[in-house]
């Protein structure tokens, strides 16, 4: 993205000079559908962002705001409600910093972004992480970067209609060039894990393909999960949630729960244990353990979750069959991307067989993208 071409627009549109501020999409390397169970994730945010050139208009409440990627223009107040729907998360930004004492007044504004819609690298959060630190540094308003992934999260709760976790903008926030973020999603403690893969590439594959993750399905996962920590429960009260719990401890209630119950609780103790040893093989550098990893929580999504497609587990195999050191699919499942750890050297062989042979397959073209680790939302000078 050419910060550049911004800042020429802001300046045809408003006359003046604003200043410039980034926050990126994410990746998460392993640690799926742990968020709700208590566990742990793994995200980075990563070298694709949104942008925004702005500056106060020394209006009490009237924001001016312009999407350059879809050449579109909105202009609120703030007691009024945006027309445009992604008016909503620079509204919901300010209402809920307003709402915890902030003082917002009018701005210009002018963005944009390289995070791709729809390929599951939270172009969303990195929108609200961008205006959420802009403001903040803009207004001199206090809030440290938790918060401000708290009012990213509660933007979209409030004004967007989406009951997210806190993953996508915490990453947002809080990425550091060259680590990765371990997060516990109860607790909200998190710890910087090096991510310096000398070596290898990582690329996301889009499927395009968008079967809907219908809130039933998504429902009715969490529901066995927590079925099957109420009856372990029974007969270990200190576990709250299935993060808390244990092979041995979900095995004393196999004829208790149903056989879907436990295949869905099964796949989420082992994904919380497979998050701590590539946490741990990351600290070594030791790759070939990572991708492993990763091959073992795609199998589980894919079997015991049951939440991937054809699309997803054709690129999975295809990854395996190339030598690629780690594939699985990322997100909440039936369609998005695979996420692939890839030698330096095979990359490009790599890249042009599953693209070559998905084609063939399905008749569309997976979207290719190269991602690089890099730093949370920043003012760029």
């Given at each position: 993205m050419n910060a550049q071409l911004l800042k020429d627009k802001f300046k045809a549109l408003y006359g003046s000079e604003g200043s410039v501020y980034t926050s990126p999409g994410r990746i998460n390397l392993i640690g799926e559908h742990t968020d709700y169970n208590g566990g742990f994730v793994l995200p980075g945010a990563i070298d694709k962002a949104m942008y925004c050139v702005i500056k106060p208009n020394?209006?009490?409440?009237?924001?001016?705001?312009?999407?350059?990627?879809?050449?579109?223009?909105?202009?609120?107040?703030?007691?009024?409600?945006?027309?445009?729907?992604?008016?909503?998360?620079?509204?919901?930004?300010?209402?809920?910093?307003?709402?915890?004492?902030?003082?917002?007044?009018?701005?210009?504004?002018?963005?944009a972004g390289d995070v791709p819609l729809g390929a599951g690298m939270s172009s969303s959060a990195a929108l609200e992480s961008c205006f959420g630190f802009a403001l903040n540094d803009m207004y001199n308003l206090g809030?440290?970067?938790?918060?401000?992934?708290?009012?990213?999260?509660?933007?979209?709760?409030?004004?967007?209609?989406?009951?997210?976790?806190?993953?996508?903008?915490?990453?947002?926030?809080?990425?550091?060039?060259?680590?990765?973020?371990?997060?516990?999603?109860?607790?909200?403690?998190y710890e910087y894990i090096p991510f310096n893969p000398?070596?290898?590439?990582?690329?996301l594959l889009n499927?395009?393909?968008?079967?809907?993750?219908?809130?039933?399905?998504?429902?009715?996962?969490?529901?066995?999960?927590?079925?099957?920590?109420?009856?372990?429960?029974?007969?270990?009260?200190?576990?709250?949630?299935?993060?808390?719990?244990?092979?041995?401890?979900?095995?004393?209630?196999?004829?208790?729960?149903?056989?879907?119950?436990?295949?869905?609780?099964?796949?989420?103790?082992?994904?919380?244990?497979?998050m701590g040893e590539t946490c741990e093989a990351l600290t070594?550098?030791?790759?070939?353990?990572?991708?492993?990893?990763?091959?073992?929580?795609?199998?589980?999504?894919?079997?015991?979750?049951?939440?991937?497609?054809?699309?997803?587990?054709?690129?999975?195999?295809?990854?395996?069959?190339?030598g690629v050191t780690g594939s699985r699919m990322m997100g909440g499942g039936f369609g998005g991307c695979t996420i692939n750890l890839v030698k330096s050297e095979l990359h490009d062989d790599f890249v042009k067989r599953a693209t070559e042979d998905y084609e063939r397959k399905f008749r569309i073209k997976p979207k290719v993208y190269d991602v690089v680790i890099s730093d949370g939302a920043r003012k760029l000078e």
């Open positions: 020394g209006t009490p409440d009237r924001i001016k705001a312009y999407a350059m990627d879809l050449s579109e223009m909105d202009e609120f107040g703030l007691d009024d409600i945006p027309i445009k729907h992604w008016g909503k998360y620079i509204f919901g930004v300010c209402h809920e910093m307003m709402k915890r004492g902030a003082t917002i007044k009018g701005f210009d504004c002018v963005f809030f440290d970067r938790f918060e401000l992934a708290k009012i990213g999260q509660a933007t979209e709760h409030n004004y967007v209609g989406v009951k997210c976790g806190i993953m996508d903008q915490f990453a947002s926030c809080f990425g550091k060039n060259g680590s990765l973020i371990k997060l516990d999603c109860r607790s909200l403690d000398k070596g290898y590439r990582l690329v499927t395009c393909v968008a079967h809907e993750l219908a809130s039933s399905a998504y429902n009715k996962r969490r529901e066995s999960c927590e079925n099957a920590a109420s009856y372990i429960r029974k007969y270990h009260p200190e576990v709250e949630l299935l993060r808390d719990a244990t092979m041995d401890m979900l095995k004393e209630v196999v004829n208790e729960v149903s056989a879907e119950d436990f295949m869905r609780a099964e796949f989420v103790i082992e994904e919380i244990a497979r070594r550098d030791d790759f070939e353990t990572v991708g492993k990893k990763m091959y073992e929580c795609h199998i589980g999504l894919s079997r015991k979750y049951e939440v991937s497609c054809e699309e997803l587990d054709f690129l999975n195999d295809v990854a395996r069959q190339c």
